[in-house]
């Protein structure tokens, strides 16, 4: 079993929709979570950052946290053609420094 | 302020040749990763550099290799090329190597190997 799973996709949807995007994990030790959006031939790029359990919003999105359920998602409101990208969750540990990824979920929006 | 950047941004070569890949963190940045990203696979930890010590290493044999220097830039090598090396590098840049640092990533150095 991976550490990080993560379903690929792709994820279609229209202009306006919610998108919910999720991972599960398998190490209690995680603590740190992210979400990054890469888009084609670019460098993931830092979308939302969170401690432990809870919720974090900023502007349309929103990230939420579940460490009982070792369970994170990511949901987007009134998605745009311009969030067609692959998102990418990322966990990290108190005791190590490398950020362990999901393979990425590659979400389209139509117009 | 400036990003993180990386040269070449696309590098061909021949199996059996050897490579190094540059990156510049983000100014004020000490520490600096690297990934390997492949369809594959996805995002896989190579190592990290604090202060020009590697600080941690990730599962991959002893042909990859890094270094960093004095003004926080870094380089990895590649040696003896493999058809499977090919790959977009990726080069990350953070404050420190605190747990709760946010590492900024760069665009990326694809490789192909033929």
């Known amino acids: 079993q991976k550490e990080v799973e993560q379903d690929p996709g792709p994820l279609s949807v229209p202009e306006g929709a919610i998108v919910s995007l999720n991972c599960t994990y398998s190490?209690?030790?995680?603590?740190?979570f992210m979400w990054y959006r890469q888009y084609s031939r670019k460098g993931p790029e830092l979308l939302m950052y969170?401690?432990?359990?809870g919720n974090k919003e900023d502007g349309r999105f929103t990230a939420q946290v579940d460490k009982s359920s070792k369970y994170i998602s990511l949901f987007i409101r009134d998605s745009q053609p311009s969030d067609s990208a692959t998102y990418l969750c990322?966990?990290?540990?108190?005791?190590?420094?490398?950020?362990?990824f999901g393979k990425g979920t590659t979400l389209s929006v139509s117009s | 302020k400036a990003g993180v950047t990386q040269t070449p941004r696309y590098l061909i070569k021949t199996r059996g040749q050897q490579v190094t890949l540059s990156c510049s963190p983000i100014s004020g940045h000490r520490s600096v990763s690297w990934y390997q990203q492949t369809p594959g696979q996805g995002l896989q930890f190579l190592f990290e550099?604090?202060?020009?010590?590697?600080?941690n290493k990730g599962n991959f044999p002893g042909r990859f290799s890094g270094r960093q220097f004095s003004n926080s830039r870094s380089e990895m090598n590649v040696s003896t090329l493999e058809l499977g090396d090919s790959a977009l590098y990726l080069c990350?840049?953070?404050?420190?190597?605190?747990?709760?640092?946010?590492?900024?990533f760069g665009p990326g150095t694809r490789l192909t190997v033929l």
């Open positions: 990322a966990m990290r540990s108190q005791a190590g420094t490398a950020l362990i």
């Open positions: 190490n209690s030790a995680f603590q740190y």
């Open positions: 990350a840049s953070s404050l420190t190597t605190g747990q709760g640092d946010t590492q900024y």
């Open positions: 550099y604090f202060s020009e010590t590697q600080r």
């Open positions: 969170t401690y432990s359990s």
